[in-house]
């Protein structure tokens, strides 16, 4: 079964800088195109971003363009969200989640939390 | 950008049937997926497709999208249903290529 697992999250100051990490495994990494999605505490779902399997196309929300960062190294089967400029509003828990089918989120991960407060 | 709205809530006895809405602008012409998320847990697919099953999803759970409300129905309702439910569609065509419905918290009294 696909896992995935996220790192990275914690606790940062307004305006500054965070990298989040997903490890990757039991499927075919490099194939798939793949997602950060979060969830901030008590409300829904909100897409962040994705890549596509060589990293040569990305897509953001209006709310992170110019902030964040979504990258992916194939040969480490790993996924990368550089995330700067945190706001108060970035507090979440992020999850990283797959597109074996790219109009959906197959799998996910547990998720890590990013708290942004003074 | 594209909005979907559900109720906040939904209550339903066990053994009966919950119907969970999704309503969007003619979202009876986007394909919708549904999540279920747990307490503390990770949202997990439960339909795709507006009515199709990922494997290991029990046949209680179906779908179906007409015009603009899609609709996730959780048949023989069990305690582990009690969740958060959200539908989602792609919207290739705009800036924001996932949206999420507002979320329903299923209730099994």
């Known amino acids: 079964e696909v896992q995935l697992v996220e790192s990275g999250g914690g606790l940062v100051q307004p305006g500054g800088s965070l990298r989040l990490s997903c490890a990757a495994s039991r499927f075919s990494f490099s194939r798939f195109w793949m997602s950060w999605v979060r969830q901030a505490p008590g409300k829904g779902l909100e897409w962040v971003a994705n890549?596509?399997?060589?990293?040569?196309?990305?897509n953001y929300v209006d709310s992170v363009k110019g902030r964040f960062t979504i990258s992916r190294d194939n040969a480490k089967n790993s996924l990368y969200l550089q995330m700067n400029s945190l706001r108060a509003e970035d507090t979440a828990v992020y999850y990283c989640?797959?597109?074996?089918?790219?109009?959906?989120?197959?799998?996910w991960g547990q998720g890590t939390l990013v708290t942004v407060s003074s | 950008s594209y909005v979907l709205t559900q109720p906040p809530s939904v209550s339903v006895a066990p053994g009966q049937t919950a119907r969970i809405t999704c309503g969007g602008n003619?979202?009876?012409?986007?394909?919708v997926h549904w999540y279920q998320q747990k307490p503390g847990q990770a949202p997990v697919l439960v339909v795709y497709d507006d009515s199709d099953r990922p494997s290991g999803i029990p046949e209680r759970f179906s779908g179906s999208n007409s015009e603009n409300t899609a609709t996730l129905t959780i048949s023989r309702v069990e305690a582990g249903d009690e969740a958060d439910y959200y539908c989602?569609?792609?919207?290739?065509?705009?800036?924001?290529?996932?949206?999420f419905g507002t979320g329903t918290k299923v209730t099994v009294l």
């Open positions: 890549i596509n399997q060589d990293g040569s196309e990305k």
């Open positions: 989640a797959t597109h074996l089918t790219l109009r959906l989120f197959d799998y």
């Open positions: 003619n979202i009876g012409s986007k394909s």
């Open positions: 989602q569609v792609w919207d290739s065509s705009s800036d924001l290529l996932y949206v």
